[in-house]
């Protein structure tokens, strides 16, 4: 079960930041990389709905200019200030829930999207059991995770009708 | 006379997205107002003449659904036309908005998206004619 959600949520990913930033991104697995060594820039959101949980999305700091000169079209990324970078955090993290949520519930199901954060220290971390993807861009790395409380899921990556208890692993 | 725009979303690197691909659609464009979520969108619309909505749908304090829904109940801005760009995946949620008239954008968009579904809302005559 754990498998086919990583490999969703990697599929959406790619697409968000390729379709929205310009940036492609390749799997780290594809490429026998190792895990995420280095601090990332992390925004947050939350959604509740047939699924509740948290999704989260970290990008290295190098990247972060190049995202939100993309997202923007600005030409001179210098004058990008780190609200401008966050901002453009939390827009693709938003953008990449709500196209991963209906792949999980299926397109009849009504979510409701948070607000998303950038994460601080305060925050409580993903559990073990949340289903992760690490990919590789130009200058950087990025992780997604995303952690499901009860629900249940008839779409894509579990089988129909499957219920699933307690977090996704 | 150009065609005014309300661009509602809580995001403002969304907005800023939104307004460039606006300004580069080849529409006769008048003013762009800004509204970081559907409160602020309605009060906008009641304080300028706003010709074209577009919103999201998640935001805090009231989301686009609400604002549209309330704003097609005062007789004086039921006929703007509305046009949503979200990352909303639900069917239902889209059907409803299409049963009130609104044309629905998915996010990630491409600016040939936006720029169709304008003309489509508002007719080839408000592009300047290399546009069309």
């Keep these: ?169 | 006379m150009g065609v005014n725009i309300l661009i509602v979303d809580d995001s403002a690197v969304m907005r800023s997205m939104i307004r460039k691909t606006i300004e580069l659609s080849g529409l006769q464009l008048g003013e762009i107002h800004q509204a970081a979520d559907g409160r602020e969108g309605l009060t906008a619309l009641e304080t300028h003449w706003i010709d074209l909505v577009i919103a999201d749908i998640n935001m805090p304090v009231m989301n686009g659904e609400e604002m549209i829904e309330r704003m097609q109940a005062v007789p004086g801005l039921k006929s703007i036309p509305a046009i949503v760009v979200s990352t909303e995946g639900s069917r239902v949620r889209i059907d409803r908005l299409n049963r009130r008239g609104v044309r629905f954008i998915h996010k990630p968009f491409s600016p040939e998206m936006i720029r169709d579904t304008v003309k489509d809302v508002l007719g080839c005559e408000v592009f300047h004619e290399s546009a069309h």
């Design chain 1, 1 to 169: 079960m754990n498998r086919p959600t990583s490999e969703l949520l990697t599929g959406v990913v790619v697409d968000t930041l390729e379709k929205m930033a310009f940036l492609f991104a390749f799997s780290q697995e594809a490429n026998g990389s190792g895990a995420v060594t280095e601090p990332l820039e992390t925004a947050e959101v939350s959604f509740c709905g047939p699924c509740s949980g948290r999704l989260q999305f970290g990008l290295s700091a190098s990247v972060m200019t190049e995202l939100a000169g993309n997202m923007l079209g600005a030409e001179d990324t210098a004058t990008l200030s780190i609200e401008e970078q966050h901002d453009a955090l939390k827009e693709l993290v938003n953008v990449i829930c709500g196209n991963l949520l209906p792949a999980i519930g299926g397109q009849e199901a009504e979510f409701s999207i948070g607000s998303p954060q950038i994460v601080g220290a305060a925050q409580p971390p993903l559990g073990p059991a949340a289903v992760e993807s690490r990919l590789t861009l130009e200058g950087g790395i990025c992780r997604a995770a995303i952690e499901l409380g009860e629900c249940r899921l008839t779409g894509a990556g579990v089988g129909k009708g499957q219920n699933v208890k307690g977090h996704m692993g």
